[in-house]
């Protein structure tokens, strides 16, 4: 495990702007956005990600979940990001931090 871990982490109460990139009116975060995001709550929460890469976009609903996997230390990380809230316009999610690097 890369120094600096630790497994099961959860980064919680991160905000991001939603755009209306959906099919008519559902919102979606873009996977730029959620990558830009996820990258600053782990670098909050100091674990200072070398790179991170979403599958996305995302759509803005609570319970929504994505998968991304962030490289740390040259070892490649697993994170479950699920939306918790939905509030004026901005999407808070938990990112849950895998204990292993991925095989």
């Known amino acids: 495990m890369g120094r600096g871990l630790a497994g099961g982490l959860a980064v919680a109460a991160l905000w991001l702007a939603l755009g209306a990139c959906g099919t ?6 873009s996977t730029e956005e ?4 996820v990258s600053d709550a782990l670098k909050q929460a100091d674990r200072v990600p070398e790179k991170v890469r979403c599958e ?12 991304c996997v962030m490289t740390h230390e040259g070892a490649d990380y697993r994170l479950e990001v ?7 316009g ?5 990112i849950d931090v895998s204990a292993n690097p991925v095989s």
């Open 90 to 94: 901005k999407a808070t999610y938990d």
């Open 24 to 29: 008519g009116t559902e919102k979606v975060i």
């Open 56 to 67: 996305g976009p995302m759509k803005a609903q609570i319970a929504e979940a994505t998968w």
């Open 82 to 88: 699920i939306v918790t809230a939905i509030e004026n």
């Open 34 to 37: 959620l990558e830009r995001g």
